[in-house]
Every structure is written in C-alpha cells, then in structure tokens.
T-cell receptor, first 112, second 115 residues
Framework: KQEVTQIPAALSVPEGENLVLNCSFTDSAIYNLQWFRQDPGKGLTSLLLIQSSQREQTSGRLNASLDKSSGRSTLYIAASQPGDSATYLCAVANQAGTALIFGKGTTLSVSS | SQTIHQWPATLVQPVGSPLSLECTVEGTSNPNLYWYRQAAGRGLQLLFYSVGIGQISSEVPQNLSASRPQDRQFILSSKKLLLSDSGFYLC??????????????FGEGSRLTVL
C-alpha cells in the first residue's frame, strides 16, 4: 500500500529565505506526483505536476524534482514571501491513475 | 475554462441525521470525479472516485455512499451521520483517462460538523 510522508511537518522561515520541502513515497510505481497548496479553511490549489517520466517542473519561484527510484520529491521555493505561508501537500497517483494518495503536508510560515 | 462547485460550504448536523453534499463541474465532459475527506491530523483520505456515470469505486468502507447521476455531478450521502463523519470534504476532478496527465483540481470544500 502506497504511503506518502512529508518532512518537516512545520517550518518557519524569515522572508527572503530559500527553502526545501520534502516528500517521500514507498511504492515507486507511480503515474505522476503533484504538489498542492492549501490555505486555511480552503480547498487545494495545484502548484506543479510531474509525470513519472520527468525529473522536474518549474513554475515561477517554485521548482519540484522527482526521483522515482528513491521514492523522493522536493519542492524548492526561492526567495520566500509572507504570501507563501500555507500548507503544502504532496500527492502521488497510482499507476492506473485512478487515485491520488496524499501526505499530511508541511505547514509553512514566512515572517516579514 | 473549467470550474468546480461544491455546496453547502458549511454544515452542522446532529448525529443520526442524513447528509447530502453536492459537487458539479463545468467546462469539461466525462471527467473523473473524486471525494476526499480531510480530518484534523489525518491528512486527505480518498473516499470515492468515479470514471463515468453510475460508476463508483469506494476506497474506504464507511458510513458514506456516493452517486453520479449525471456526467458532471457527484453526490456524497449518508443515511445516518456519526460523530466520526465530521471533517472537511473536498470534491475534485481530472480529465477523463484517455491522454490524461492526471492533474487534479479541487473545489473549495464543505465543512461538516456532526454534534
């Protein structure tokens, strides 16, 4: 059974710092991996999608990498801003693509 | 463009009462549809997914059921709510499977409190 783990559970950084969020998964037979952002009391917003054949994806200040063989992904946030404060969730899709399994998230707080 | 709507946004129900949460998607056809629950400290749990009208797969045995009466409508129901059903329920969709990247898009969620 696929399990997704995110470390750390919470992170506090000053504005302007570069940071890395980690995600690991137990079964490397995945279809894709997605990173989401969730603001308190809100739904999830898709940030980046990496297909199983890809190594990384970039969007603005965000860069996500995928190492399927080791079961790891990282989300790199450059020059963090207070508006980046949210919970970041990692999710992997099974090979059939019928279900996304989520980690518990990393709650990020960026202070000005 | 595609949009997803969920309602109601918040709901407070007594134990033993019925439940109906509704989700509709606009701007696409034959989407895959999903219901997730997010409980405090437990992360998102996949409850049901559907690849077509009347086709429902259940991931977790529980007090809930799902139905897809129309292509872009997904309903989560319960006949008798339990305290443990409290949580934040999220509907999501993705492009139907042929040529699908698998990217998932979420609604704004429905917060259910069972008292």
């Amino acid at each position: 059974k696929q399990e997704v783990t995110q470390i750390p559970a919470a992170l506090s950084v000053p504005e302007g710092e570069n940071l890395v969020l980690n995600c690991s998964f137990t079964d490397s037979a995945i279809y894709n991996l997605q990173w989401f952002r969730q603001d308190p009391g809100k739904g999830l917003t898709s940030l980046l999608l990496i297909q199983s054949s890809q190594r990384e994806q970039t969007s603005g200040r965000l860069n996500a990498s995928l190492d399927k063989s080791s079961g790891r992904s990282t989300l790199y946030i450059a020059a963090s801003q207070p508006g980046d404060s949210a919970t970041y969730l990692c999710a992997v899709a099974n090979q059939a693509g019928t279900a996304l399994i989520f980690g518990k998230g990393t709650t990020l707080s960026v202070s000005s | 463009s595609q949009t997803i709507h969920q309602w109601p946004a918040t709901l407070v129900q007594p134990v033993g009462s019925p439940l109906s949460l509704e989700c509709t998607v606009e701007g696409t056809s034959n989407p895959n549809l999903y219901w997730y629950r997010q409980a405090a400290g437990r992360g998102l749990q996949l409850l049901f997914y559907s690849v077509g009208i009347g086709q429902i797969s259940s991931e977790v045995p529980q007090n809930l059921s799902a139905s897809r009466p129309q292509d872009r409508q997904f309903i989560l129901s319960s006949k008798k709510l339990l305290l443990s059903d409290s949580g934040f329920y999220l509907c999501a969709w993705s492009v139907g499977w042929q040529g699908n990247t698998g990217e998932l898009f979420f609604g704004e969620g429905s917060r259910l409190t069972v008292l």
